[in-house]
């Protein structure tokens, strides 16, 4: 797909891709830079209830926008909320939910840096009876009024069926799909790896071989990739759990000389997709969507909060975007993935 | 009685039970506890060998803040081990969360089953509280911080389980034992020991009115119940024994008691007995018969005997009595003493006897004889007078009765010893008369034993009584004079004895010239032994005799001129005295501060025809020792007294007169009736007087002169402490003197300012006046510094050359009109 494909695709919503790139990007400054500017400008006013969303790190592009669309949606309720990001680092993130805790928040939105010190940041909110509400990342274990998560499972099989066509479309069907995977024992890796494979098995096409990343770098995804490559001769597709190292996986195929052999897909979304996909470049994108969690997390702590029953376990769709679809899904990505509000 | 006491079968049955029961008892439960412990043991070594790995293990967790993580650990490792509780005190997350500690961990409920801990839950902290056995493990990082506490709680739930069930087994098994031991002893004493015993009994209870069996007992039973039937069969043979022995003692007593009543009443000792507990003293009639009364005439107490006792006598008596039963009657109380007799006259009497105590120390009985011992105190008394004649006659010349050789020796080697300790002189004298080898030869020897005791008496005159006077032999005496001031005070003694013997003696009608010459040698000057002394001395007389004898020589020619110097001097002064040759001269005493003349104080200055005049310095010390000082004290106070009176007379402004007092005329004993009529006759008012007494004379004899010092201050007279510093005064005399003046000694002015030491004197004596309320004067002032000096440290009366030089009357006259001229000047200039 050409530029001026992509120009096309997107003046329906009156916006240019490049401005849409340049939003976003000043979007991701300004959350960084006046979040919790932001949040302490929202301090509680008379008997407004007063939330406290505890991130694993706000840096991540996926946690600014779900802090925005629960930002957005707190504004709505007449909720003041304060984002307080953990930065990674296990010792914040008790801090702040310390801070919190101390502050006596009307209830807390958690996204812990992994599911075990989300046990015992819920843990510590039930001791001081504080609501919490869990988004995407769980807890291994505690008491909280309703786990938010994307459907891996689901929207791993979708994209799987999306490889699926597109490789029956170029005859490709005998070809192997080799991955790149998230750790396996993560139960979103799991999820993804099965959803994933189900479309395969569906489909009559083979998995070749499974790495699991540990550092994330872009150096281990390009030695990964560059190792299947080598390894199976009749590999046609490489699928990428993760978004962000896509550009290694792309110079391994073309390092390989095997540039226009072997397809790509991911999990997850980077704004670059957007022109990738229809390129072609990229056969197809899994994508969640924060901003509609973040929204969903508020309106479930505030049902809470009236008393009202409130789903234990809410699962998201994931959307499966492609370069047929994507036109279509371009008004949802814009919003619930990328939290661009019109 | 012995009905009531319960058997020997009861007893032992008891015992039995009671032995057995014990030891099953203490058995179950030493192994009970032991097993208990081993276990305990176990689980604790177990435990804290598993605890190590643990902490390890969850040490990297706590640093990560992963409490989560090591939650579920703990769980499982509780599963594990089966405990009541593991909990962990997380410093790091305690830190971050405001608290000392993050306390979590994993607990057992009632069902047993794992829950997390929850500080706050009091039965989980109450639960802790009961665990049997905790134990705490610190949780450290590589580095060696203390990261947390890891504790393990463990019940004893199993433990008790399994020591309930091992108590009874073992009580069933405790119980059933004694059962059987106890029966099996019961049946063994029976047979063995009771059936014997109970023979034993049988025969003992055939006896007779006194208890004793008629029988011997049977023998049986075991070694020991054999043994007692043996003993018991020895002790009834053994009594039936002792009371045949017993008859036999009781027979040869009544012998015993018949001889000594034989014997008492045989003697010539008196006996005594004191029954202490009755007081009652008996004593067999020939005590009483000793002392010339009737037997039963004397009352039997202990005061009847005392009042026999010279009274005198009464106190060591009864004291050496109670010294004796002190010891607890150690040896034999013996003494003696004199009893009175009826007739009244003495008896000496010896006393000896032991005394009889009863275990606590208290005398029973004292038992004794009474000696008379008169007729052999007697002998010893004649003995012992025998001895000391002998004695005497040994030491003693038999003519004369002084001295012989021998005592004087030893009287002279104890006198060097002394005058060695004191560092004193002493003198001895070499006497020998001059012509009494002729009157001797002519007249016989009666005549010249006459001459020896009459030159005897004179010698004994011319000595002081403490001299020791003694005849070597012949017509040599010797006397030794101890205490010397000065070696020339030997002559004084030489000299009266000259004069003494100069005299003639009458024997037989014949009037005889004898005479003497006398050598006289110094300790230490002419030797330091007994042996060198009388040979200086020896030589020293035939010096004399040399000299045309009745004449006196000292070993060493220059102490004889000094001597003949002083005898000239004496003599001189005696003279002087008749002939009115005495001056007295004024030396005014000034009050710098207020210009004023406070007094004079009278010098006497000696006028000779031909030596001019005399320095007091030359004949004082001579006046002094000769006691001539004290009449020309006397002098020197009516001339001086006349002197003042005129001034006074003549309207001039006197102050006192301070006369010099030597305390020579303490030991007269008209001194102070000698000061009134002084008064009266020259009509002198006694409070313009202030006697002037030197320090040292004073500490000489100090009680006497402070006493004498109070009669002239009751006289109104007053009294200034003269040349003080000198001597060595002490302060509580010092309080205790009538004085009102302290006169500051010349020696201690002369180097003033410059001489620090002579300063400070100075200054402690110019102090301790005003702490005392004295009034001071400073003698010797020479410069106007000396007068500066005295000036500025509180002194402001002064007296010497720097004023005037002691003057003549008809000058001082002039110095007094002089001087109240010059004030008068300077009060209208």
Redesign the interface.
């Known amino acids: 797909m050409t530029m001026e494909g992509l120009f096309r695709r997107i003046h329906t919503a009156m916006i240019d891709r490049r401005v849409m790139r340049f939003y976003l990007g000043f979007f991701l400054l300004l959350s960084f830079v006046f979040i919790p500017a932001q949040a302490s400008a929202e301090e509680p006013l008379g008997a407004s209830k007063r939330l406290a969303y505890l991130v694993s790190d706000i840096r991540i592009p996926f946690w600014a926008i779900m802090a925005r669309g629960i930002q957005h949606s707190a504004a709505s309720q007449g909720f003041s909320v304060e984002v307080m990001s953990a930065d990674n680092t ?2 914040l ?3 702040n939910s ?1 801070k919190a805790i101390r502050r006596k928040v009307d209830g807390i939105i958690l996204s812990p840096t992994n599911s ?5 940041l819920l ?1 510590l909110a039930a ?1 001081a009876k504080i609501p919490v509400v869990v988004a995407d990342i769980g807890a ?2 505690g008491s909280y009024v309703s786990y938010i998560s994307s459907d891996n499972a689901e929207g791993a099989y979708l994209i799987g069926r999306i490889l699926a066509e597109r490789m029956h479309d170029l005859g490709w069907q005998d070809g192997r799909v080799g991955i790149i995977a998230i750790p396996q024992k993560r139960e979103n890796g799991q999820a993804r790896t099965s959803g994933f494979m189900r479309a395969l098995e569906e489909a009559g096409i083979k998995g070749a071989d499974l790495r699991q990343q540990v550092d994330f770098s872009h150096q281990e995804t390009y030695r990964f990739s560059r190792e299947l490559i080598q390894a199976h001769a009749d590999l046609r597709a490489l699928w990428l759990q993760g978004s962000d190292r896509y550009q290694a996986a792309l110079e391994a195929i073309r390092d390989s000389g095997k540039e226009g052999q072997i397809l790509l897909i991911c999990f997850d979304a980077e704004p670059e997709f957007l022109d990738l996909i229809p390129q072609g470049a990229l056969v197809g994108a899994a994508m969640q969507q924060p901003f509609l969690m973040g929204q969903m997390a508020v309106e479930s702590l505030q049902r809470h909060l009236q008393g009202e029953p409130v789903e234990r376990l809410q699962q998201l769709p994931i959307l499966a975007v492609s370069a047929d679809n994507i036109d279509q899904q371009l008004p949802l990505i814009r919003r619930n993935v990328l939290g661009l509000l019109p | 009685m012995t009905k009531k006491r319960p058997s020997i079968y009861l007893t032992l049955t008891l015992i039995t039970i009671a032995t057995v029961g014990g030891i099953m008892a203490l058995q179950t439960y030493y192994s009970s506890t032991s097993t208990r412990q081993q276990m305990l043991d176990q689980l604790t070594a177990g435990a804290e060998r598993s605890f190590i790995a643990l902490a390890k293990n969850i040490s990297e967790l706590i640093a990560a803040y992963s409490a989560n993580e090591y939650q579920r650990i703990i769980a499982n490792e509780l599963e594990l081990k089966n405990g009541l509780a593991i909990i962990v005190d997380d410093l790091k997350m305690g830190e971050v969360m405001g608290l000392q500690a993050y306390r979590s961990g994993s607990i057992r409920d009632a069902d047993w089953k794992i829950v997390d801990f929850d500080p706050n839950n009091s039965a989980q902290k109450a639960l802790l509280e009961t665990s049997f056995y905790s134990h705490r493990h610190s949780i450290t990082n590589d580095r060696g911080e203390v990261l947390g506490w890891l504790t393990h709680y463990a019940s004893d739930r199993e433990l008790q389980q399994h020591l309930d069930a091992l108590l009874m087994r073992n009580l069933i098994d405790s119980l059933a034992i004694s059962l059987l031991l106890i029966i099996a002893l019961f049946i063994a004493i029976r047979s063995r020991l009771l059936q014997p015993l109970g023979q034993i009994v049988k025969a003992l209870e055939h006896k007779d009115d006194d208890g004793i069996p008629h029988h011997f007992v049977p023998r049986g039973g075991p070694r020991e119940i054999a043994l007692l039937a043996d003993t018991l069969n020895r002790m009834i043979g053994a009594i039936d024994h002792s009371r045949k022995e017993l008859r036999n003692q009781h027979r040869a007593l009544e012998q015993e008691q018949e001889r000594f009543h034989l014997a008492v009443e045989g003697t010539l000792d008196g006996l005594w007995d004191w029954d202490m507990r009755s007081n009652h003293l008996y004593h067999s009639p020939r005590f009483e018969t000793m002392l010339g009364y009737d037997p039963g005439e004397l009352p039997d107490s202990p005061e009847a005997w005392t009042g026999l006792l010279p009274p005198e006598d009464v106190a060591m008596t009864e004291h050496l009595g109670k010294a004796y039963m002190e010891t607890r009657g150690e040896g034999i109380y013996e003494r003696t003493f004199r009893m009175r007799t009826k007739a009244g006259d003495w008896r000496w009497i010896t006393a000896r006897g032991k005394a009889v105590f009863a275990e606590d120390g208290t005398p029973l009985r004292f038992v004794g004889f009474h000696t008379d011992v008169t007729h052999m105190i007697r002998q010893q008394q004649e003995l012992l007078e025998q001895k000391a004649l002998l004695h005497y006659q040994a030491n003693h010349d038999a003519l004369t009765g002084l001295a012989n050789r021998t005592l004087f020796n030893d009287r002279l080697e104890q006198a060097i010893v002394r005058a060695r300790r004191n560092h004193s002189k002493l003198a001895l004298l070499f006497i020998d008369l001059d012509h009494f080898k002729e009157i001797n030869d002519s007249l016989g020897h009666r005549a010249g034993d006459m001459i020896l005791n009459s030159a005897t008496q004179r010698l004994q005159k011319g000595i002081r009584a403490e001299d020791t006077l003694a005849r070597l032999g012949g017509d040599e005496f010797t006397v030794l004079m101890e205490g010397l001031h000065q070696e020339q005070d030997a002559s004084l003694r030489a000299e009266d004895i000259l004069q003494q013997m100069a005299r003639a003696f009458i024997i037989d009608g014949h009037e005889l010239y004898v005479g003497c010459s006398i050598g006289i040698s110094i300790y230490p000057d002419n030797g330091i032994s007994a042996r060198d002394l009388l040979k200086n001395a020896d030589a020293a007389m035939y010096k004399a005799k040399n000299e045309g004898r009745n004449n006196f020589q000292y070993y060493s020619a220059e102490m004889t001129t000094l001597a003949f110097e002083r005898l000239h001097l004496e003599s001189a002064l005696r003279a002087a005295i008749s002939n009115d040759e005495f001056v007295v001269y004024y030396q005014p005493q000034i009050d710098v501060s207020r210009r004023q003349i406070t007094g004079v104080e009278a010098l006497v200055r000696w006028q000779h025809p031909g030596m001019g005049l005399v320095s007091p310095a030359q004949f004082i010390p001579i006046a002094e020792a000769s006691g001539l000082i004290v009449e020309i004290d006397r002098l020197v106070m009516r001339q001086a007294m006349t002197q003042l009176l005129q001034w006074r007379q003549q309207g001039l402004d006197t102050g006192t007169l301070a006369l010099n007092l030597s305390v020579k005329h303490f030991q007269r004993k008209d001194f102070i009736s000698a000061v009134i009529s002084a008064l009266v006759d020259t009509g002198c008012n006694p409070e313009w007087l202030e006697f002037e007494v030197t320090e040292t004379q004073v500490m000489d004899n100090p009680t006497e002169s402070i006493q004498m010092l109070h009669r002239l201050d009751d006289l109104g007279i007053s009294l200034a402490l003269d040349d003080f510093g000198t001597g060595h005064s002490s302060l509580a005399y010092l309080k205790k003197m009538p004085i009102s003046k302290l006169k500051i000694d010349q020696s201690f002015v002369r180097d003033l300012p410059d001489d620090a030491e002579d300063a400070a004197i100075s200054k402690a004596v110019i102090a301790l006046a005003q702490s005392l309320g004295l009034d001071i004067l400073a003698e010797g002032m020479e410069k106007q510094v000396q007068i500066d000096f005295m000036l500025e440290h509180g002194c402001n009366k002064v007296q010497g050359y720097f004023y005037s030089k002691p003057l003549p009357a008809a000058a001082m006259t002039e110095f007094y009109t002089s001087w109240q001229g010059k004030n008068v000047h300077r009060m209208f200039a």
Not at chain 1, 116 to 120: K, P, Y
């Open positions: 296990a010792k993130e008790l801090e310390v075990s010190a989300g046990a015992t843990k001791q291994d274990s």
